[in-house]
């Protein structure tokens, strides 16, 4: 059975940083396009930053440039947002999401329970 | 960027309702479009891919069609466990976008 589990949301003051982790297991994480979507409280699904099987291409929203930094450990079957000079728009429930494996970027078939970034003072 | 529009935003319906949800999208995405289902405090969960294929486990009152710019999302006869939100995703183009959802309700 193909599980993400994120962890790493918590509170966090505007201008600061937060590092969130996702952990895939049931299926071969290294053959897999990961990404980040999140929803900010109540709305709708944003997407925010994927991240190539090899790691070699990344790609990340207007939104979130220069600040967010996507990564993966396929030794440690683990994806990474780092997230730094947070702002009170980027509270959110952050999901991880994996591509399926149907030739395309950003299909996503399976999703995590997600994890909740609150920026505010 | 491509925009999803998606309609209604809202309807309420009952158990064995046939409910119909439409999403357009401002150029043409061929066949790159999915739908979801979420509910409260869950992930997504993906219904149909690539506009109108069925992901495996879901049950067959649900389906999708079209192509282009124009696409629906039809569940035959609703059911208790389908009261949830719902949202299309197109793939086509970077950044993928989504619809802003349709959360259907109990009448």
């Known amino acids: 059975e193909v599980q993400l589990v994120e962890s790493g949301g918590g509170l966090v003051k505007p201008g600061g940083s937060l590092r969130l982790s996702c952990v895939g297991s049931?299926?071969?994480?290294?053959?897999?396009?990961m990404n980040w979507v999140r929803q900010a409280p109540g709305k709708g699904l944003e997407w925010v930053s994927s991240i190539s099987s090899s790691g070699g291409f990344r790609y990340v929203a207007d939104s979130v440039k220069g600040r967010f930094t996507i990564s993966r450990d396929n030794a440690k079957n683990s994806l990474y947002l780092e997230m730094s000079s947070l702002r009170a728009e980027d509270t959110a429930v952050y999901y991880c999401?994996?591509?399926?494996?149907?030739?395309?970027?950003?299909?996503?078939?399976?999703w995590g329970q997600g994890t909740l970034v609150t920026v505010s003072s | 960027d491509i925009q999803m529009t998606q309609s209604p935003s809202s309807l309420s319906a009952s158990v064995g309702d046939r409910v119909t949800i439409t999403c357009q999208a401002s150029?043409?995405?061929?066949?790159?479009l999915n739908w979801y289902q979420q509910k409260p405090g869950k992930g997504p969960r993906l219904l149909i891919y690539?506009?109108?294929n069925l992901e495996t486990g879901v049950p067959s009152r649900f389906s999708g069609s079209g192509s282009g710019t124009d696409f629906t999302f039809t569940i035959s006869s609703l059911q208790p466990e389908d009261f949830a939100t719902y949202y299309c995703?197109?793939?086509?183009?970077?950044?993928?976008?989504f619809g802003g959802g349709t959360k259907v309700d109990i009448k």
């Open positions: 995703l197109q793939y086509e183009d970077l950044p993928p976008t």
């Open positions: 690539e506009a109108s």
């Open positions: 999401a994996r591509d399926a494996d149907r030739g395309s970027y950003w299909d996503f078939d399976y």
């Open positions: 049931g299926f071969t994480f290294s053959d897999y396009g």
């Open positions: 150029q043409d995405i061929t066949k790159y």
